[in-house]
């Protein structure tokens, strides 16, 4: 036998590699670098989520009207019908000599906003800029919330990731049961809207007789109770504080052993909060989560050191959610579905093992034939796609890519186009040696020959691949991704690791055995 | 073992013009189906909800009482259902999406179909309409760009003519399987636009293969004419081509009937595709050469002009480098 070439020193050593790094991905082991298996093949929750972010600027002006009615009673000013009007918050000034104070304040509190004035009426609204800047603000808050919220629910490797200018791509692997994945969907979509709101008490008694009309020209919104939608509230739309100025958020028992939520406040949270109370003793107060009133209890004394709780109506579940969802953080503007899909475990399970048997079934098919076909060059070409597959699976491995079930469908025709190449050179060898070529020029010959054609072919295939890549989403890049990589991994098996392994056995090949080593007579 | 022996060339070109012909028509067939029947979009094109359900083991799934239960709301008055891969398995296809994260159309279901029997929720799939748009264009532009990036390599590795054959090979391939599509009514998805790119990869490989046996032909092959050198040279490819199509086959043959379900429309797309693609690089593509009006002496005057100019530029360099220049 010939001493080892280069080719066949580079073939073994990716051999090796391939078998190496695709281990850990084969027996599923805890260590190392392995192939994550696709959302379709071991099931959970897909989701491309669209944000409202129109709602980012209502809340925004609605935020600003507190401000203004916060900075401005703290300096004695007084104001009247302060509310939100569309794109803009407007109030009046009673004493004319008041305005040019509050131009100054609002100039100092409210920046991005052009605030204008004509006879003590006065008009905030955002500055185009502005109003692009809160956009964008809420879809990249909208990402981190979202992923917080997940990753404190303790899921397995949730991915949440901004997509484009304007969506935001959500995968949770491993989701076991429909209504699990109800929570998390849940979870996700809570605005987690926490506001305290002073219950107008002046027209308290007719809030079952107001329209909401009405109640709005008061400056005043109605909201339901939690448990019984039936029982109203009227209060102060501007609210006294709200989830913003929150710094924790967790899940207690209250003296019926009911879980609640005990909050606390930030120190400018807490200020307001104290300095109302302290006002407000013998009113009620709200604390409204997501436009629902949780409870309306009486003020009965100045309330310090910023701390509340939110009760009733909670399950353990739901009140361990809405404290993840509290200290994560409010959504500035509501999130919904532009695609969903979601897989079941048993389904992936399914899926797996039917295309394992379609590759294996296919893989063994071709394999038999080479050799029947070919005789040695047939399993010489078999080592090659054997190889191949390992190094496949090791640089998917490495490059921590998913398999998607249309990517294990593109493992299956790269074994079908691998082989191609050694199908290639085979013939081309065939041809030589019928002319009557000695062997090894035949061989060295046919492989010359023959690469213009395996490499034209393969580019090509690569562009295609490569743009699919490009334009693909979820399932369909692993394809391409898959497919790549076979493409790349079999020039180096099929044309440089054969070529090797020929040039090693040269000696033994003889003209008498041509029908065992290239299947054709002498 | 030996299937083809080259013996002496095949006279393929003779039936060229026959072939054409029926080429021609199946793809105008093709084109007349797409445009008249059109294409059965799926829920990732066309937007929609799609469910799947599995009753218990022992249970045949109640297809009736599901679509009388369905029809009872409203969101589900366009729903359809139908057994899918075996009778335990139904799949739900409506033409409704819901925007709301929290509660969704999978969640709906369970509770309006709980009084039909045991059953698990395998897979909810939900596109929006304005994705399925976007997802639509997106797929039009990936074909229109690998063509374009083909149409580049190609003509710049062998000659314009090769190129615009081969795209037009790939034309047609990809027609006569977008009418088989439509034909068997199969639902296209994402899947099926992996299908079509993967045959486009696919049909120019074998198109390719042949290109380059002519290419080396029309240097080494004394007789100067066009339809002798493409017939020796798929003559000479006729055994490769069979043998890769045969082995491709098989695997995609054995994706089709063991696959399941899910990757059925896949692997037909691909069982039409690699017939046509095959076919299309011995009829269509050569021809098309012929037809294009390649003329070879043209083409040996271009590649010896090209190479007296190489050996200039080398001579140049070389006096340069010895400093005689």
New interface residues.
């Given amino acids: 036998m010939q001493k080892l070439n280069y080719r066949v020193v580079i073939f073994i050593f990716a051999l090796i590699f391939g078998v190496v790094f695709s281990i850990p991905s084969l027996i599923q082991s805890k260590e190392g670098k392995k192939i994550t298996l696709g959302l379709d093949l071991q099931g959970g929750l897909h989701m491309l989520l669209g944000v409202k972010s129109e709602e980012a600027i209502k809340s925004r002006l609605k935020s600003m009207a507190g401000t203004i009615k916060y900075v401005l009673e703290d300096n004695d000013i007084v104001i009247d019908g302060l509310g939100v009007n569309g794109d803009k918050v407007t109030f009046k000034v009673l004493d004319p000599d008041d305005i040019p104070k509050v131009k100054e304040l609002l100039k100092k509190e409210l920046p991005g906003t052009v605030i204008l004035e004509q006879g003590g009426a006065f008009t905030v609204t955002l500055t185009p800029k502005e109003v692009e800047r809160t956009k964008k603000m809420a879809i990249d808050q909208a990402v981190d919330t979202i992923r917080n919220r997940l990753d404190q629910f303790g899921l397995a490797e949730p991915t949440v990731a901004k997509q484009g200018q304007d969506k935001i791509l959500v995968e949770v692997p491993g989701v076991k049961t429909p209504a699990d994945e109800q929570r998390i969907r849940e979870l996700i979509a809570r605005a987690a809207h926490l506001q305290m709101m002073a219950v107008d008490e002046d027209r308290a008694a007719r809030v079952y007789t107001m329209s909401p009309a009405e109640a709005k020209k008061y400056g005043d919104v109605i909201l339901p109770d939690v448990k019984n939608p039936k029982e109203k509230y009227l209060l102060k739309a501007i609210p006294i504080l709200d989830g913003s100025m929150l710094t924790d958020a967790k899940v207690g028992f209250d003296r019926n052993n009911q879980p609640v939520i005990n909050f606390k406040l930030n120190g400018e949270g807490a200020k307001i909060f104290g300095d109302f109370s302290g006002k407000s003793v013998g009113k009620r107060m709200a604390i409204v989560l997501d436009n629902k009133v949780y409870s309306a209890p009486v003020i009965r004394e100045r309330i310090g050191g910023g701390q509340g709780q939110i009760s009733g109506g909670f399950t353990l579940n739901e009140a361990n959610d809405v404290a993840i969802a509290l200290r994560s953080g409010a959504l500035l503007a509501p999130v919904y579905v532009m695609e969903k899909r979601s897989v079941g475990p048993s389904l992936g399970a399914d899926s797996i093992r039917q295309s394992t048997i379609a590759l294996v079934l296919g893989f063994v098919l071709v394999v038999v034939f080479m050799v029947l076909y070919y005789g040695i060059a047939g399993v010489v070409a078999d080592v090659a796609l054997v190889a191949n597959l390992f190094l496949i699976l090791a640089v998917m491995a490495l490059f921590g890519a998913t398999l998607t079930l249309p990517g294990m469908a593109g493992i299956v025709l790269t074994v079908g186009m691998a082989v191609d190449a050694n199908v290639i050179i085979n013939e081309r060898i065939r041809e030589l040696l019928r002319e009557g070529a000695s062997i090894p020029k035949a061989i060295e010959e046919g492989y010359s020959n023959a690469f213009t054609a395996i490499w034209d072919a393969n580019v090509t295939t690569l562009i295609s691949a490569v743009v699919l890549y490009a334009y693909g989403t979820g399932p369909i890049k692993g394809f391409a991704i898959t497919m790549s990589i076979g493409i790349l991994a079999s020039m180096l098996t099929a044309i440089l690791g054969t070529h090797g392994i020929y040039q090693m056995l040269m000696p033994k090949i003889t003209r008498q055995k041509l029908n065992l080593w290239f299947g054709i007579k002498a | ?3 083809f022996k ?1 013996d002496r060339p095949i006279n393929f070109m003779g039936a060229s013009r026959r072939f054409g012909l029926l080429s021609l028509t199946l793809v105008l067939l093709s084109w007349g189906l797409i445009f008249t029947k059109g294409f059965n979009y799926g829920i990732d094109f066309a937007g929609g909800t799609l469910i ?1 359900l ?1 009753y218990d083991d022992t249970q045949k799934a109640p297809l009736q009482k599901i679509r009388e239960d369905l029809t009872k709301n409203k969101e589900f008055q366009d729903a359809t259902v139908t057994f899918f891969g075996n009778d335990r398995e139904v799949i739900i296809r409506t033409k409704s ?8 159309m ?2 709906r279901i ?1 509770s309006l179909l709980k009084d039909t029997g045991k059953f ?9 309409p ?2 399925g748009s976007e ?1 639509k264009e ?2 039009l ?2 074909m229109v ?2 063509i374009i ?2 149409l580049i ?2 003509s710049v ?1 062998f000659e314009w003519r090769f190129a615009l054959a081969s795209v037009a090979a790939l034309v047609h391939d990809v027609s006569i399987a977008m009418g088989a599509i439509v034909l068997f009514g199969v639902e296209v998805n ?2 099926i ?2 299908a079509l ?2 045959l ?3 049909s ?2 074998d198109t ?2 042949v290109f ?2 002519i ?2 032909g029309l240097r080494k092959i004394k007789n100067p004419d066009l339809a002798g050198i493409i017939n020796e040279s798929i003559t ?2 006729l ?2 081509t069979v ?2 199509s ?3 086959f ?3 043959l ?2 089709f ?4 379900e ?2 059925h429309g ?2 037909f797309t ?1 069982v039409v595709g690699i017939i046509v693609g095959t076919y299309s690089s011995i009829f269509i593509a050569s021809p098309l050469l012929m037809w294009l009006g390649f003329d070879v002496k043209s083409y040996r005057a271009k590649e010896a002009e090209k190479r007296k100019r190489e050996k200039e530029k080398e001579k140049l360099r070389a006096m340069y480098e010895q400093g005689t220049l």
Avoid: H
């Avoid at chain 2, 698990?120 to 929006?128: A, I, L, S, Y």
């Fill in positions: 073992m030996e299937l080259y799947q599995r999406s819901s925007k709301t994260v929290g509660k969704d999978g969640d369970r698990e929720v395998r897979r909810v799939d939900m596109v929006g304005a994705i997802l997106k797929g532009m990936a760009l690998s990036g083909i390599y190609v590795r994402l899947d636009l992996a790119l993967t486009l990869g696919y120019l490989n390719i293969i380059d046996r290419r080396e000479r490819t055994s490769r043998l890769t045969l082995t491709t098989f695997v995609v054995t994706l009937l063991f696959g399941g899910i990757i896949f692997a691909m």
